[in-house]
């Protein structure tokens, strides 16, 4: 019991210092992209921001909804992928995790900040004086539209991800299978070989 108590801080504790170095590089990158760029560009990379949060969120659902049988049999007729998909259901709270609470968040927070600049950047295009009635106007109905998509997106992200889970999580299998075979990237643990146990004749 006392194992699982400190697999389970080490997670946790991996899990806070990947989200913290995302984060900066999430938010260094698209400070970077939206800086001197036209508030239309800002719009697009928003936009952007946002499919990847929901796009994670749908890999995350998937693997929770997804059942690790079909893999077998496609496994055994060396479909690619296969194994990696048995993997990313086996360790499905651990991936969830990562794209819904890592990825998705991130991409929340990120996508607010990159909005507000992008909400700056308008208003400074239009003329509209800075903290003017007309740069609240445009600031509520721009974070509302954002907060409309993302929200919408996750939504229909999650009908899809709980109707096709096995094509999703299969088709996720086959990109950590091209990153680990390719970019030489362990992403998810080898699949451990049950060892079977010897019966004593009597």
Not at 77 to 88: F, M, R
Not at 92 to 108: E, L, P, T
Not at 145 to 153: D, E, F, N, R, S
Not at 190 to 202: A, G, N
Request: hydrophobic share 55%; glycine share 8%.
């Amino acid at each position: 019991m006392k194992e699982h108590y400190k697999k389970s801080i080490r997670f946790s504790l991996g899990i806070a210092v990947i989200t913290f170095v995302l984060a900066a590089l999430f938010s260094i990158i698209s400070t970077f992209l939206l800086d001197g760029v036209g508030w239309y560009f800002g719009i697009i990379i928003v936009l952007c921001i946002v499919l990847v949060g929901v796009f994670f969120d749908m890999l995350g659902i998937a693997a929770t909804a997804a059942d690790e049988i079909p893999f077998h049999a496609m496994a055994a007729e060396k479909v690619s992928g296969a194994n990696h998909s048995i993997l990313i259901v086996r360790n499905a709270d651990r991936f969830a995790s990562f794209c819904n609470d890592v990825i998705g968040d991130i991409s929340g927070i990120v996508s607010g900040t990159a909005a507000a600049i992008v909400v700056l950047q308008i208003s400074l295009g239009i003329g509209f004086d800075e903290g003017s009635g007309s740069q609240f106007t445009i600031s509520v109905i721009f974070t509302s539209i954002i907060a409309a998509l993302t929200v919408g997106g996750k939504a229909l992200g999650k009908f899809l991800a709980m109707r096709f889970s096995t094509k999703i999580i299969l088709y996720a299998g086959r990109m950590i299978a091209f990153m680990e075979k390719h970019l030489h990237i362990t992403i998810l643990p080898p699949i451990k070989k049950q060892k079977r146990k010897k019966t004593l004749r009597r």
